[in-house]
């Protein structure tokens, strides 16, 4: 195993090198579709400009320059901290993504926990009662879900709390027309509930299932038929032996689905008009609003791979086996 | 006084045989045998003969398809699986195969407890007794707050004898606490086997090692292909062997480099 040192500045490198990467495809991307930003610039005024004016316009964004040219100077904005302008919120990209990322992270934070700690519980006991009525019950559960997409998740139970039983809002993280400073933490909690389920509905399910079958694996293991040797039950086992080495595996895919995440808060958060980062990256590709979509894709490539160096870190942190490479050899029988 | 009778046992395995027909594959074969108090008893056989199986059985931690045939008696009680429940890390103790039956990610002192809680200690007496139950077994205190991976072979199977008496057990089932040692250690362990005996509990122990065995044994049990061959005494494995009974035993016995070396006809037809 390398040192910490060692593996800090790897993986740093590494996160650079995947950032630049995701930044260059991003950008060709962003190059090669359709979106004009001069149009997504003027919105309704085009009519009212011309071709001289809009030559005007290019050449003061460098818009005439080679592509690479423009790819170099964007990089260097970046670099330097400057991440643009975002045309569709008439704010700078750093301070969007800051305000939009905060809201989100309540959003996500929360899922996320839920996601691990339910998630967690049903694995452990569905596979410790492998083939029980718990175990049948989860694993429908997860596995209809698992298959299901967020945002039909997320129009159900709209449909079925917001519009038929109306318990919930319909929209946004506070009620309309009500400035969001005024915003009671009772009425952010009521809006917040039924994204916050759509999204960890799905988290609970995957990771349930992962651990579910990490810990099938545990029980056919040689401790917990020594366990069982010493006369101790299911629930002991699960506890004490099951827990223990199930944990790493799921804190791993907890991790991991940090991406999945992302994906999920997108959608949840179009479906119930949620005013979070997920919101903003579809404003953002509908008008063509480059410097903001750009910023979101590498902050969140950012994010997932920060995620996983976590999960990485932790396997090496906790594992005892990994902590002290001289003893490895001890564990020979 | 009889410990443990086990009375025309038999084991199989169920497997499915194509699509819905099932077969039934025999694993052990009617075994009779007794365990006196204060004898070990050697469980000797080839890797296959089925030894660990006996010891899983009389704990009752075969798999789900294993089917049970026969008697099991403890203490001139029958053990089936309430009794198994009630009895297994209380009065009846296993000394595991290899390190990889001890959590690898629990120190070895936690792990040393939650068997006395097992056994039906109290959290008190549970964290009391770990530390003599360890010296008891010539491990430094010290080792508690480590895991599993820093124990050597040795070590390891110390451990398991701690744990296993941890809870006052009248019979122990050793299988194969030496597999892996050197001499030395092999020597150490049966050494404290040998102990349990001396003070009065059962000792099954089951090897592969028929030589090592016998200066620890007061009688051995011959298992081959889920079958005793024969109970011997220990002290009829002397000499040329003419004092034991079966002739497999001797066979087995006459096979072995420090003897004969012959490979008579008897270990062929057996």
Known sequence: MQPWPRFIAFRIVRLALVLIAVALVAFALAKMSPVDPINAYLGPDIAKVGPEQRALIAAEWGLDQPVGVQFTKWLGNLLAGDLGWSVTYNAPVAEVIGTRFRTSLVLMGLAWIFSGLFGFALGIAAGAWQGGWADRLIRVYAYVLASTPTFWIAILLLMVFSVSLGWTPVCCAGPVGVLPEDVTLVERIRHLILPLAALSILGIAQIALHTRAKMIEIMRSDYVLYAQAQGASRLDIALRHGARNAALPAITVLFASLGELFGGSVLAEQVFAYPGLGRATIEAGIRGDVPLLLAITLFTTLFVSTGNTIADALYRLVDPRMADPDAVQGAAP | ?270
């Open chain 2, 1 to 270: 006084m009889t410990l443990l009778e086990i009375d025309s046992l038999s084991l199989h395995f169920r497997r499915y045989d194509r699509l819905f027909r099932h077969v039934e594959v025999e694993a052990l074969g009617a075994i009779s045998l007794a365990l006196e108090a204060g004898e070990v008893l050697a469980v000797v056989g080839a890797s296959g003969s089925g030894k660990s199986l006996l010891a899983h059985a009389i704990l009752g931690i075969l798999p789900k398809n294993a089917v049970l045939r026969g008697s099991l008696w403890f203490d001139g009680r029958p053990l089936d699986g309430t009794a198994q429940a009630a009895l297994c890390g209380r009065r009846i103790g296993l000394v595991p195969q290899s390190v990889s039956y001890l959590d690898p990610l629990a120190r070895n002192g936690d792990q040393l407890r939650w068997a006395a809680l097992r056994a039906g200690r109290s959290q008190r007496d549970a964290t009391r007794l770990a530390q003599p139950a360890l010296q008891a077994m010539g491990l430094d205190p010290a080792i508690a707050r480590d895991f599993p991976h820093s124990l050597s072979g040795g070590m390891a199977r110390r451990l398991a004898m701690a744990i296993a008496t941890i809870g006052e057990a009248d019979l122990i089932l050793a299988d194969e606490p030496t597999n892996g040692l050197d001499p030395d250690n092999a020597a150490r362990v049966l050494d404290r086997l040998a102990g349990f005996a001396r003070r009065g509990k059962g000792v099954m122990l089951i090897t592969h090692d028929l030589v090592g065995a016998l200066p620890y044994a007061d009688r051995v049990a011959i298992l081959d292909g889920g079958r005793l061959i024969d109970v011997e005494p220990a002290s009829a494995f002397s000499g040329r062997g003419d004092g034991l009974r079966s002739a497999y035993a001797r066979a087995l016995w006459r096979a072995l480099p420090q003897n004969d070396f012959s490979l008579p006809e008897a270990l062929h037809h057996a």
